[in-house]
């Protein structure tokens, strides 16, 4: 399998995030992808090959043009006005605030168009985030082609990013923002198989009106769980698209036999569907050893977690989401990768 990947990366690195009322420092690093990376050559998986330039149109198709030039320019703004430390948002526009109307100075901005404080903007995140997206872009366009299967080791993950708000240590959505491209390069429908985590409450919401993407995703109850405010049970779909979302929200504590049948009927919903390719957007925070996570998946599992995801039978692009256990992350991911080639 060929795999995508960029060293660009590397320029985002937040400092810290505010956790369980503490500054702590960043889960999401780039030590996470070089983990990725190692396994990938240490496994022999296939090619690794840099990305391609693909511009602003393909983020466009599923972001709004005031949170991309938001993004583009946040850093500018935020050091203009002296800051050295990172961009994080402190206010936000709730129940009752106003939201039609964008605030003019960057702290209003930070706030409008984030759903969290887990989303640090510092001076090399928009390279950082471009390229991710490039990445899913590059490995989409092969799966468009032809091939059987491809990985974009992406970089920021992107999931929790909806058209217009950043969440969840995600910018660009790079999972919705391929599975536009293969719509847009012919195919008439898509399924997103999220199996982070955390509910893919940004990609749900991109799709959330619409038949040609079915979203499907299995992960910690929100009940109990980040994001907290999405990724229900009776989400099914809105309008045209109701009936093409399923949300498989799971108990602190689940371990695989728990989990398998929930993706095994995941799975039928979209064999059902018979879509032309399938998205899996790959968070391997599942892991037992996970520090911010509450599941209990085993190493092996995720073999046979590729495995399943193979019988769908249809061009599958992976896309890197989360997975905060440095040390299995790579193991974890490329085993789904393996399970999947068989
Ligand atoms: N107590 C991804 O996996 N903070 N994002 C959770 C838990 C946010 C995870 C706090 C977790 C975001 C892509
Ligand atoms: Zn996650």
Redesign the pocket.
């Known amino acids: 399998m060929l795999t995508i990947y960029s060293d660009t990366h590397r320029l985002h690195y937040g400092q810290a995030e505010l956790?369980?009322g503490k500054m702590q420092p960043c889960f999401?690093k780039p030590s996470r992808a070089d983990m990725v990376l190692d396994r990938v050559k240490a496994v022999g998986l296939g090619e690794v090959r840099g990305p391609d330039e693909f511009g602003q149109s393909p983020l466009l198709r599923v972001h709004s043009a005031a949170y991309v030039e938001f993004l583009e320019n946040a850093w500018k703004e935020w050091s203009a006005l002296g800051r050295s430390h990172d961009a994080l948002p402190l206010v936000w526009p709730v129940r009752g605030l106003r939201t039609d109307r964008i605030p003019a100075d960057i702290d209003g901005k930070l706030g409008y168009f984030a759903m969290?404080a887990?989303v640090p903007i510092t001076a090399g995140t928009w390279e950082a985030i471009r390229q991710s997206a490039n990445v899913a872009m590059t490995a989409m366009q092969e799966v468009a082609n032809g091939a059987k299967s491809a990985f974009a080791l992406c970089r920021p993950?992107g999931?929790?990013a909806a058209a217009d708000y950043m969440g969840?240590?995600?910018y660009l959505n790079n999972a919705a923002i391929a599975a536009q491209a293969l719509l847009d390069r012919g195919a008439k429908k898509v399924a997103i198989l999220d199996v982070?985590?955390?509910h893919g409450n940004g990609t749900q919401s991109i799709f959330y009106d619409r038949a040609d993407v079915m979203f499907v995703s299995i992960h910690g109850d929100p009940m109990v769980e980040?994001p907290h405010f999405l990724g229900f049970a009776d989400e099914y779909g809105a309008g045209p698209g109701f009936g093409f979302n399923h949300n498989y929200p799971l108990p602190h504590g689940a371990a695989w036999p728990m989990y398998e049948q929930a993706l095994a009927d995941g799975i039928r919903k979209i064999q059902a569907y018979a879509p032309d390719a399938v998205v899996v957007s790959l968070?391997v925070?599942t892991f037992k050893d996970d520090p911010?996570s509450q599941f209990k998946l085993e190493n092996s599992d995720y073999l046979t977690m590729g495995k399943m995801i193979a019988e769908i039978a249809s061009p599958t692009l992976f896309v890197m989401?989360?997975g905060y256990a440095v040390e299995d992350i790579g193991v974890n991911a490329v085993n789904v990768l393996l399970g999947f080639e068989g």
Do not use: A, K, Q, T
């Open positions: 956790m369980d999401e969290d887990g993950p999931h929790h969840g240590y995600c982070d985590y955390h980040y968070g925070d911010i989401e989360g």
